[in-house]
Each structure stands twice: as structure tokens, then as C-alpha cells.
């Protein structure tokens, strides 16, 4: 079994609508990047606006950063 050389973090530093579905269904067909949900989420109020990212982005990744392997150089 091979070891893992690098971490994927999508998701966490750009919002894709395939990596993080449940963001962008409400506001769908409109919402397709981050910049068009996130212009949907202000205007959306009632449902918290911009809090809802602010909620995405505490809990989508909830380990510590120290525990991701660091690179080995060969």
C-alpha cells in the first residue's frame, strides 16, 4: 500500500459544487463557483446570509492541521 503524498483540501479554500453539493443545491441553477453562491447566501437572509459560510468553513475540516503527514523529501 502506497503512503499518501499530498492532502486535498478543496472544498475548504474554493467552494466547488461538486466537492460541496449541499452548499449550492438551494440557490441552484444559478449558483455554479464560489462568487455566484456566495453573492445567492448574502441575499438570502432568512436562511443566515453569509453565516452559512462562515459555518462551512469551521466545520468542513475538524482535525488539526498538525496532524497532516508532512511531505518527505526523497
Excluded: C
Excluded at 27 to 49: C, K, L, N, R
Amino acid at each position: 500500500m502506497h503512503e499518501p503524498l499530498s492532502v486535498n483540501l478543496g472544498g475548504w479554500f474554493v467552494l466547488e459544487p461538486f466537492i460541496t453539493p449541499a452548499l449550492f443545491q438551494k440557490y441552484q441553477p444559478g449558483a455554479i463557483d464560489e462568487w455566484t453562491v456566495s453573492a445567492a447566501m448574502a441575499a438570502d437572509t432568512a436562511s443566515g446570509g453569509l453565516s452559512q459560510l462562515e459555518e462551512h468553513y469551521k466545520t468542513f475540516i475538524v482535525s488539526d492541521a498538525k496532524s497532516i503527514p508532512q511531505p518527505r523529501r526523497h
